[in-house]
């Protein structure tokens, strides 16, 4: 899965596209992965902007989580943008809306991590 890296100031925009699920949950998680380890205290932020993203499935959640598990101790900072609502409400339903900051749209994301817009 191609993640479009954007550079914006210190912070790192990801804009993953269509599904991720059990067909592309391992894809996603490997694109993602080298993206992690430069999200510290002292690094880049990310935000990853679901705008382009119709359907997230258990699989994917798990790969969200286990990124952020990795990156909250690293001191870093991972925000998610623009959820469809399908989506949205998929992380409201399962409680991932109280594991990670989520924004209204990518502007509102980069606002908040201090990125340009």
Known sequence: MELQP???GRTLVLSPAGRIDHT??????????????DCTKDGV?????????NYISSIGLRALM?????????GGRMVLAALQPL????????????LFEIFPDRAAA????????
Request: proline share 4%; net charge neutral.
């Open 87 to 98: 989506v949205l409400e998929v992380f409201t339903i399962s409680r991932f809306d109280l």
């Open 45 to 53: 932020a990310l935000v990853i902007d679901f705008s382009g993203v």
């Open 24 to 37: 592309h949950a391992d894809a996603f998680k490997l694109a993602l992965d080298p993206h992690l380890r």
């Open 110 to 117: 980069l606002a908040a991590v201090g990125g340009a817009s």
């Open 66 to 74: 286990v990124a952020i598990k990795q990156v909250k101790p690293q």
């Open 6 to 8: 954007q550079q914006s």
